[in-house]
């Protein structure tokens, strides 16, 4: 398309901006219009190339705001390319409305909602990495293994469809950023572009360069990026031949950045680099004005995206093709009742094996292979295991993207850091992403590492993740089995494992379903042939005890095993304890918990005293989703038992003791209870 | 010192280094080893100037180890210094010792922990900035205010003291470390250093960049930093000479940046530069050969550290000395009944107010001062306002920083960012940091700007951080009071503050205790003449009513208002509802919680029914909190009302009936309870 028809239509969607903003009485018009230019050249000058009527198409160029506070900007494209109507740009915001404040998934053109700041570039990341899977040729998909200082550039085939992300100023401040802007050069992702909206304004005050596109310039270029500037970015002339460089300069090795200088609220003599125009739309009034001050503006006129153009010489590669098919070798079928293993280890292990048969799950990793015994996973993954190093936004902004684009990542770190990126994982949940959460070294019982190693707050953390899955398996067998599950639901799952060995107290023929529990009674274990369990206390003689001597002690993780013994210990003493593993934490075993407690063949009155045990703060783990289950249920008593005090170095078991959820802690408290 | 001495004391430290963590049995030994020569020059070559012996003087360098695994080495270097003993060393990782895994506050030499990487330069920011308010004539301090694009250098003055922070290589990946590189010369921060250990190996793999030093010193310098190379670290006559450069550019207008070449395990053979040894302690065999390579050791020898020089121009200030005194004006005292302001703006005006009594406060704002009626605080307040952009990580850091030097840091944002420092938060806690969180735009109640603006994790967020305060004020009384409470409070405390403006309910007498609560019963609304109630259905009524229609709705922050518009229709019923403002979700009113649920004057029977209602995700806010009053309490049934849909861009009203915690939602479930 010649210039003076995007002349135009920038013209039109001004138009739109103002006309959306001022109905909707909300929304950010200032921070819409100092991208028209930047947007509309993009879309509509043959630089965009995406089949809009199938968006599945995996040549598809993509484009992602992360300032999506210019949602304005972004619908009106949409309109301007004819897919959304003028009646439907005046819903925008309203509760009925697809286009919300922010983009979000509701609208079909969405690739990521976004609207916290900073996340959008480490999400094209992901995309653009997750696109070179599975539109790259092999050689292409193994630069990504060059680890020798930032490697050399190989020209990216045209196959290869570009991620396109819409930066502000504001947002360069977010560390988040610059995770992203390393990660991509140090992998040569070559098929990510940034266009960076310099309008010097921020919400409050200026940036903290207002408009030396130089300073941005040197830093994206001494993180290995390539960069155009334009001086002018409300001259279409300069934004198209910037757009020119930038497609000489892609697929060359390093991603590319196009500065712009910019007004916010350009065009609008009343809006026009003025403060204190932020996230307002304009009054009647002014909006009149505004409107006159367009002028003639052709309502008719539509521009044409142009259609990706598959490469010839290169086939798009199915998902399964550049994945070699080994026979998937269940590595769990080699723990035996008894053995010892880190579920950290059992976790690794069944990685490793369940790649071979799901063939779209990747692996994030952040510097922690030798903790979770993922190395064995990276031999055996290589095109499908990226490391990502220490950082820990980036890493769930590009699972994000990845997930977007139909794999399943796993994100792998230590419980205590996945609340680096929390925000991130907030935004996931709004993605609908189809992200595995894998957290180790949870809580105390990590030992001598001390109080800032220790996940004590994970579980709380995405039990509040909307839709969320939260398990937390004791042992190898059901951690194996976890993984699978975590893989076949969709959506996001975290699993919690720990840093010591536990024996294997499960069969490998027991299932596992998220939302499920396993009762474990004295005759049970002695059925099993529990070592622990000597024969003369199995249940038969409960039969004659009074109900009032039982008690349910609910445990997950490391503290299920502090529990069995402290069954057996109050078994000896004529007290019955039925142990519940919880290792579904979220969604929780409602069923099961609450059958426990009405009468039954067993148990001739309902049972009122229930102890919960975890290795995890006080609040928000798996006592209080047991409160939840309990809430409405009266007669029943539920205690609580968890980490309270700062914990120290030491060992574990020192540190299960000080915490009071060891054994001993756990029959002191049901004694103190059956008084 | 002498350089052979200082060669001396690197042997030594060394020697305590091996046999501390082989005596614990696990330690980050190599990790140590590489910056031995680093840190010996710096606190005994005469650089680092601090009182060991006054722990408080403000003009004592400090030094803060980033990488918080070297702890064997920090903790050698006071043993080194004749400040702890060899027996002590040995306690290592041992339950009972303040020599902890990672650095923790129960050894005295540290600063604040640290072990969750990238987050030591943030903190060394805020004390490096603390220290310039502290110590610094005003002319230097105002130097912050330059908002030009980076300030021009000035010198600084001597009395200023320096923060060291000794960061690794694996770290810079972390996008706080860059948070806080970008702000420190954006400030003109010029006593900080940052001491980069470049010793090539990260905890699983090679780094990044490995030993190119070239590619830390062109980002640092990029980023406004000035950078000395030393391109052999462990060669101590290049090290001192670094430091005597870093003494030339410090005080300059930037901050310093030493960058050095070193080997992971450095000194050992079997160590050096070796894979595979990250966070492990020589066996026994390998130990003996290490001590017989070290050779003599000098088990006598101790270090000097230099005292700080108190420049003679220059007193050291008070807190007070900085600070306008005027009047403290108190704001809320124009709140009247019936009045209508949003929470935030309570908040703000408040801060502001408040200044003038506690000088100490400082707030740390991102890029939010507009949304939070701050820029007054910011215009009343210039030396105590710090405009920290869009960074909400760094934030953090620098906030713990401030207070671990007596500062009592606001850091003000959007409730929902406050997900983006979780992990900062976390560490905070450990550091025992004296901060107060100012969160806004708190719920699905914000409206239009849709889900990603909305904070509706923090709740969770803030009660799962050890010892911390979680308050959720209605009305501007209760905010304004509430915000003196926090200030009075040392601790952690979050305040969580609403978009719409709330009609004010309570007298400005009235108090608002942390861990308090208010009830509102159709009489009590009635006496203080609430237009919402009539008079007829006051509560003397009440009494001959049959308790079995007796509900306690639980409310909080924008709920409140459903909860008292629920009040008056079920009372128009011959329901009594009671309804409880519980502002105080952590520490949670229990007494007053638990009263309510027992036969008294006015409740001839216990009441059962309670309803919890919030603008929060269902999992860990108010209603978890009421859970776990209520959790052994028998006959009590709770209800819990909460965000469980996504939510939509749309009018606040709108949001809160599509969630089910709209006035109508409480009716309904209150009727469906009581059939």
Same mark, same amino acid.
């Given at each position: 398309m010649n210039i003076n028809t995007i002349q135009k239509l920038t013209k039109l969607i001004r138009y739109y901006i103002l006309t959306m903003t001022t109905t909707a009485g909300s929304g950010h018009t200032t921070s819409s219009l100092s991208a028209v230019e930047l947007m509309t050249a993009l879309m509509f000058?043959?630089?965009?190339?995406?089949d809009l009527s199938n968006r599945q198409n995996p040549t598809n160029d993509r484009l992602i705001f992360s300032k999506g506070h210019a949602s304005p900007l972004f619908y009106s494209l949409y309109a301007a390319a004819g897919k959304i109507s003028m009646d439907e740009l005046l819903q925008y915001r309203k509760f009925s409305s697809p286009l919300e404040g922010h983009p979000t998934l509701e609208f079909p053109y969405t690739e990521a909602p976004t609207g916290s700041l900073g996340q959008g570039l480490p999400i094209g990341l992901g995309m653009a990495m997750a696109l070179r899977q599975l539109t790259g040729p092999a050689a292409h998909v193994s630069q990504r293994y060059d680890t020798s200082p930032v490697g050399t550039p190989r020209s990216r085939h045209p196959s290869i469809p570009i991620v396109y992300v819409l930066l502000g100023d504001g947002e360069m401040a977010e560390g988040s950023v610059w995770e992203a802007i390393q990660a991509a050069s140090y992998n040569n992702v070559d098929n990510l572009v940034a266009v960076l909206d310099v309008n010097r304004l921020g919400q409050s005050q200026p940036t903290m360069f207002e408009h030396h596109l130089d300073e941005y310039k040197k830093r994206f270029e001494v993180f290995g990026w390539k960069t155009v500037i334009v001086k002018n970015g409300h001259d279409l002339s300069q934004v198209v031949t910037a757009y020119k460089a930038m497609q000489k300069l892609s697929g060359h090795g390093k991603p590319v950045a196009i500065i712009a200088k910019t007004f916010k609220g350009y065009g609008i003599k009343s809006l026009q680099?003025?403060?204190?125009?932020?996230?307002k739309p304009l009054p009647k009034d002014l909006y009149d004005q505004a409107i006159k001050e367009l002028g003639n503006v052709d309502m008719k006129i539509r521009g044409e995206v142009k259609k990706p153009v598959l490469s010839s010489k290169y086939q798009v590669s199915s998902m399964k093709k550049n994945i070699p098919n080994k026979k998937y070798v269940i590595r769990n079928t080699i723990y035996k009742f008894g053995d010892s293993i880190a579920t950290r280890q059992a976790a690794g292990d069944a990685l490793t094996s369940l790649m071979y048969t799901y063939t779209n799950v990747v692996v994030l990793d952040g510097d922690v292979k030798n903790s979770l015994f993922t190395e064995t996973t990276q031999r055996e993954h290589r095109e499908r295991y990226?490391?990502?190093?220490?950082a820990e936004q980036n890493m769930t902004g590009t699972a994000i993207g990845f997930s977007r684009r139909g794999f399943i990542p796993f994100m792998t770190t230590f419980s205590a850091f996945m609340t680096r990126a929390y925000d991130q994982i907030r935004m996931a949940a709004l993605a609908k992403a189809n992200i595995k959460f894998l957290g180790s070294h +949870?809580?105390?019982?990590?030992?001598?590492?001390? +109080?800032?190693?220790?996940?004590?707050e994970d579980l709380s953390m995405f039990r509040s993740i909307w839709g969320s899955s939260v398990l937390y398996p004791a042992d190898g067998v059901s951690t194996a089995k976890l993984m699978e599950e975590m893989i076949k639901k969709p959506g996001i799952s975290y699993i919690r494992v720990a840093r010591p060995t536990t024996s294997v107290i499960y069969d490998e023929k027991e299932e596992f379903p998220i939302g499920g529990s396993k009762l474990h009674t004295l005759s049970s274990r002695a059925k099993r042939g529990d070592p622990g369990v000597g024969s003369g206390i199995a249940s038969p003689a409960s039969r004659d005890r009074n109900d009032n001597k039982k008690v349910i002690i609910i445990a997950a993780g490391i503290t299920l095993y502090e529990a069995l013994k402290a069954q057996e210990e109050l078994g000896k003493e004529g007290i019955e304890a039925i142990v519940v593993d919880c290792y579904s934490i979220k969604p929780i075993d409602k069923k099961t918990l609450i059958d426990l407690i009405k009468p039954s063949t067993t148990n001739y009155q309902p049972i009122t005293n229930i102890i919960t045990v975890e290795?995890?703060?006080?609040?928000?783990g798996l006592g209080d989703a047991v409160l939840n289950v309990y809430a409405?249920?009266?007669k029943v008593k539920v205690y609580k038992l968890a980490v309270t005090k700062l914990p120290h170095s030491g060992k574990p078991a020192e540190l299960l003791e000080y915490e009071g959820i060891s054994t001993k802690g756990i029959v002191s408290k049901v004694k103190e209870i059956l008084q």
């Open positions: 000058g043959g630089f965009f190339r995406t680099d003025k403060d204190n125009w932020h996230g990226f490391e990502m190093f220490i +949870a809580g105390v019982s990590i030992g001598e590492d001390g +109080a800032s190693q220790m996940g004590l290795d995890h703060w006080f609040e928000g409405t249920e009266q």
